[in-house]
């Protein structure tokens, strides 16, 4: 049996952390990962439901990896994830090829499935929810970088209309504190200079009644941990207490995902997002209070499903107010199974379209205000890859979620460095690194 395997991921920075942990458990059964797909015994690609975009890119793959098992027969294809679970019938009628749909609590059970595919076994399915699988003691294969996603919870209980994840990842459920500071530990001593606790409402985070702002604070305590970040947020579960340990702690990023989706209360209502426009304002005027130099970034969806120009006008009339840093813009797609793919009064694609520009304008605006305010300044940026335009330059991140470009020196990915902004090229930050004499100077 050929024991080699190829992973491809679709989607959020759940599905890549849960990559990782496949990578993990096949590898503690022997199985070696491989970068070249026609090379692999097996292929799985690990997919996203999230929006019909991100379906048909998976879809268009799978016809590729079609043509792979044709002149290899013996090649196991598998469908993970949530697009396995919310498709899986669709699967696997029109794709006979696929020889395994699991969804995403069913990982324990690949290493059985595979084993049963080798023994001509028919097509197998695993698509169970879970309300306790969280994926303890299972060690996952990262490929490096400075940067380790550590999932701390999964599900999600929020029940937003537009959304499938309820659907596709269950019920919220956590993983203990010691079991997520020991991972951390294991990142830090492997290397990584910075960690992103995961989850899909990642602050109603809740273990034997130890809350996220308790866990926050135990992993800030990790030594030589540089550098925390988390996402995403939920408006209704944010704290004065989590923004307390945010201000207290020195490693934890100075930046925020906070999901707006739409300025209208009506929109808001029928989204069942569970605050007011009003109550997000609030919000944002006490995030910076406490975090006077924080970075804001958002999710916005432009035209749900009756959203008519004045509503829509309302969420560009939030943007103004706020100023966010940056943004993740989409049109509205409707989801097989929620509850807003049953509602009658869709906005026409081309309208949808416009307003999309609209946003994008709008933002790119509101980024350009925010980066010009960093001209001058210095900055500690941490090292993270090669500028993907010159091999002569690093590309590194602020703790405000900055990109910055800067000349290569003496410094290592994964170094925290003070870097002096000098322009602005695009919507990216470019500058030189500084000595520390010079920072003490400024």
């Not at 406490?290 to 969420?315: R, Y």
Request: glycine letters at 6%; one cysteine or more.
């Amino acid at each position: 049996m050929d024991k080699s395997f190829f992973i491809e991921t679709y989607g959020c920075q759940m599905n890549v952390s849960d990559s990782e942990l496949i990578s993990g458990l096949l590898s503690t059964d022997g199985y070696r990962e491989t970068k070249n797909i026609n090379n692999a015994g097996i292929i799985l690609v690990n997919t996203c439901a999230i929006r019909e975009h991100a379906e048909d890119k998976v879809n268009s793959r799978l016809g590729f990896y079609k043509q792979i098992k044709e002149k290899n027969p013996t090649t196991i294809i598998g469908v993970l994830g949530c697009m396995a679970q919310n498709l899986k019938e669709n699967i696997l009628e029109s794709k006979p090829y696929v020889d395994i749909v699991l969804g995403p609590d069913s990982y324990r059970n690949l290493l059985d499935m595979i084993k049963a595919r080798n023994n001509k076994a028919s097509q197998i399915i695993d698509t169970n929810l879970s309300r306790y699988e969280v994926y303890e003691n299972i060690s996952p294969v990262r490929d490096g970088g400075v940067n380790a996603w550590i999932s701390i919870m999964r599900g999600c209980d929020k029940f937003c209309t537009f959304c499938v994840v309820p659907f596709t990842r269950g019920r919220e459920r956590s993983r203990s504190i010691e079991s997520i500071v020991e991972e951390a530990e294991k990142a830090v001593k492997d290397g990584f200079s910075e960690i992103t606790l995961l989850g899909q409402n990642v602050n109603s985070y809740n273990h034997d009644q130890r809350r996220f702002v308790e866990l926050l604070a135990e992993v800030a305590q990790i030594p030589y941990l540089k550098r925390i970040r988390y996402t995403s947020p939920h408006p209704q579960d944010m704290t004065q207490e989590v923004l307390d340990v945010m201000l207290k702690y020195d490693n934890i990023c100075n930046y925020i995902h906070l999901p707006l989706q739409a300025g209208n209360n009506n929109v808001l209502n029928r989204m069942n997002r569970t605050y007011k426009k009003e109550d997000f304002l609030t919000l944002v005027g006490q995030i910076r209070r406490t975090l006077p130099n924080v970075g804001l970034s958002t999710d916005i969806i432009v035209g749900f499903p009756g959203e008519n120009e004045k509503e829509f006008q309302e969420t560009l009339d939030v943007m103004e107010l706020v100023k966010f840093d940056s943004a993740y813009t989409f049109k509205y797609s409707a989801r097989p199974g929620t509850k807003a793919s049953e509602f009658d009064d869709h906005v026409k694609e081309d309208e949808k379209q416009s307003r999309l520009e609209r946003v994008i304008t709008t933002q790119r605006k509101h980024t350009m205000f925010h980066n010009e305010n960093y001209v001058g300044k210095i900055e500690m940026v941490l090292v993270e890859k090669e500028s993907k335009r010159s091999t002569q330059e690093w590309a590194g991140r602020t703790d405000s979620n900055k990109w910055v470009i800067f000349d290569k020196s003496n410094v290592n990915i994964g170094d925290i460095i003070p870097v002096r902004i000098n322009e602005i090229k695009g919507i990216t930050l470019h500058g030189e690194i500084i000595n520390i004499q010079e920072m003490e100077a400024a």
